[in-house]
């Protein structure tokens, strides 16, 4: 039987390699976002343990898209109908999770599946609000928009940093990991 860690090992392993072969794009994106939030949970004092947990899930945050590479490389607008099938992918990525691999921690799991909640309850897919949503998932929030924003899209060239840090300065973004993101990339 595999070691726990082994395990989270394989699971990234896996799962990213998979990723890689589905969607280049979403992979870079979940590359960019796993290091994103590694740097987030580092500036919080979080310990090595709690920093990889965050870390590996804005790695595996957009896995459920694994199942849905036509939508995700859509050029315009999807029709709302596939918007919709698009919203379940945070829901279908740990279904999958759960089903093949066991002991997977929390953080990892609330991470994946509440990355789209937002503080407001604006978000999706269970309209969460407040402290019902995870630190760890509001870290990985963070860093999938700003990532998402910042970089090229099949369906838009990347917007400007101010765009960026506006849209994350709006309500229901955790204010703490914004700063924290600002500060760690103003170092570079």
């Not at 989270?8 to 890689?20: A, D, I, K, N, V």
């Not at 700003?146 to 090229?152: E, G, P």
Request: proline share 5%; glycine share 6%; net charge neutral.
């Amino acid at each position: 039987m595999l070691s726990t860690r082994m395990q989270r090992e394989w699971l990234r392993s896996f799962l990213l390699g998979t990723m890689e072969k589905c969607d280049r794009g979403t992979w870079e994106h979940s590359i960019r976002v796993g290091k994103l939030c590694e740097r987030i949970a580092s500036e919080f004092g979080y310990s090595k343990k709690e920093v990889s947990y965050i870390t590996l899930a804005g790695l595996l945050h957009d896995v459920g898209k694994v199942f849905m590479t036509d939508m995700i490389n859509y050029p315009g607008r999807l029709p709302d109908r596939d918007m919709y099938i698009v919203s379940q992918h945070p829901q279908l990525g740990i279904r999958f999770i759960n089903i093949n691999f066991s002991d997977v921690p929390a953080q990892v799991t609330e991470g994946i599946v509440l990355h789209h909640e937002r503080l407001n309850g604006s978000g999706y897919p269970y309209n969460l609000k407040g402290d019902e949503i995870s630190m760890a998932a509001r870290i990985v929030a963070v860093a999938d928009v700003f990532d998402a924003m910042s970089n090229l899209r099949p369906y838009r060239p990347p917007l400007p940093k101010s765009e960026v840090y506006k849209e994350l300065c709006r309500p229901g973004y955790d204010q703490d990991a914004v700063f924290a993101l600002m500060k760690n990339l103003r170092n570079d």
